[in-house]
């Protein structure tokens, strides 16, 4: 089968696609030329600040895994997965029953590529569900019937943005979605964010990257400071050591340790609402 044969109806593959990116970042097959054009690119502008894009997308997938079954293991049942992206191994549902049997998953994207792999690759389980949707608007998907058909949200839950809400260039409508994520969570839920940390990246860097992803479906990218992600969290509890580099992000591990937040790369955080 060519390249061409793989391309799903209403896929232009000619526009790199973020989530085609990550896959290739991730060592997958379900990418086009021009997604591993844009990727390389990317690859090597991180090769050049010292960083391997390649490693901080597989620890950020390591870190869906830690904070899936540290969420698992305490009681909560039912995650919501925002952005969901390509699935490859150890998509949430398959960490969740790993660790604890009965658990509901709904994955939300709003790539269609995305939509027709992930309904494939979950066809005939019934305790997951996949759902057309847009991070730009979390009240939609919050109240959307298929998601609320599936979850019980009046019950402790998951909401999961991972490496996700960098895409949304606008300071304060990245802000916005959050809280508005926040403003929904009852005592309970939990929030499991990452988001691209711009550390001590030059702005010419930053440009950049910002061209490569100006060119995908995404339109945009936005690197922030560390006060501006751990904001994300404001009036959760934080679990583990707080905002931190994605590597080190371990639910065992303390606050107030010696994290590297020079070099860019991508934070990530756990919070709790509890009340």
């Not at 600040?49 to 830690?66: K, Q, T, V, Y």
């Not at 969420?71 to 925002?82: C, P, T």
């Not at 006060?227 to 606050?255: C, K, M, N, T």
Request: net charge negative.
């Amino acid at each position: 089968m060519t390249e061409a044969d793989r391309v799903p109806p209403g896929i232009d593959p000619h526009v790199p696609s973020v989530a085609r990116m990550y896959d290739y970042y991730l060592g997958g097959r379900e990418n086009f030329a021009a997604d591993r054009a844009a990727a390389e690119q990317m690859i090597e502008l991180g090769r050049r600040m010292g960083n391997d894009a390649r490693e901080i997308a597989l620890a950020n997938r390591a870190f869906l895994g830690r904070a899936v079954r540290m969420i698992a293991e305490s009681g909560v049942r039912q995650f919501l997965d925002i952005g969901a992206g390509l699935p490859t191994q150890d998509n949430v549902h398959q960490v969740a029953a790993r660790h604890v049997a009965g658990s509901r998953v709904v994955y939300v994207d709003h790539d269609p590529a995305v939509l027709v792999h992930a309904r494939a690759l979950v066809a005939g389980l019934p305790d997951v569900a996949v759902v057309e949707g847009d991070l730009r608007d979390p009240g939609a998907i919050l109240d959307d019937p298929a998601v609320t058909g599936h979850l019980d949200l009046s019950q402790p839950y998951a909401v999961l943005m991972l490496a996700v809400l960098h895409f949304v260039p606008d300071d304060a409508e990245a802000a916005g979605i959050a809280a508005l994520v926040r403003e929904r969570l009852r005592p309970g839920c939990h929030l499991v964010l990452s988001h691209l940390y711009a550390g001590n990246a030059t702005e010419d860097a930053a440009r950049a990257g910002r061209q490569v992803y100006a060119g995908t479906g995404a339109g945009g990218l936005a690197t922030r400071g560390h006060d501006q992600i751990a904001a994300y969290f404001d009036g959760l509890e934080p679990l583990g050591p707080g905002v931190v580099p994605v590597a080190d992000w371990a639910p065992e591990a303390a606050p107030g340790g010696a994290y590297d937040l020079v070099r860019p790369g991508i934070l990530a955080g756990v919070g709790r609402a509890s009340r």
